[in-house]
């Protein structure tokens, strides 16, 4: 399945309470990604989607339950992007069932032009298209 994008939001109705605490525009999109921590001294590997993304967050929809507070790595498909991008810091920042939304640590050079460029280039296509 490729990826799909809707204009950029920035609040998210199927969360109440957590539209508050976001500071930037959200892009709503569908990518598969792979998310890894440690959790009670056991290693967890999840499988998930992206829903939604911003340059300091990420919105995400997994297979394995994760807690606030929890480091994970994160690996993104991103079209046009031979490997996953890797996030290997990010901290779950709240959790709703398999809901759950992280906050981006320090990223490297390489991994913000990536995911700045996704960004601008979805918010661009919404555009063309008559979108916002």
Excluded at 15 to 37: A, E, M
Excluded at 107 to 126: A, Q, S
């Amino acid at each position: 399945m490729g990826p799909h994008t809707a204009a950029p939001v920035t609040t998210v109705t199927e969360l109440p309470g957590q539209s508050d605490r976001r500071h930037g525009v959200r892009t709503p999109t569908i990518l598969s990604l792979l998310y890894s921590g440690m959790d009670s001294g056991q290693m967890l590997m999840g499988d998930g989607v992206v829903t939604n993304l911003s340059s300091s967050g990420i919105g995400i929809s997994g297979d394995r339950p994760v807690t606030p507070g929890m480091e994970v790595a994160l690996f993104i498909d991103l079209p046009g992007v031979e490997e996953p991008l890797c996030i290997a810091q990010s901290r779950v920042s709240w959790v709703e069932g398999r809901q759950f939304g992280v906050e981006l640590g320090t990223l490297k050079l390489e991994e913000k032009n990536h995911l700045g460029f996704f960004l601008w280039d979805c918010v661009t296509h919404v555009r063309r298209d008559g979108g916002i």
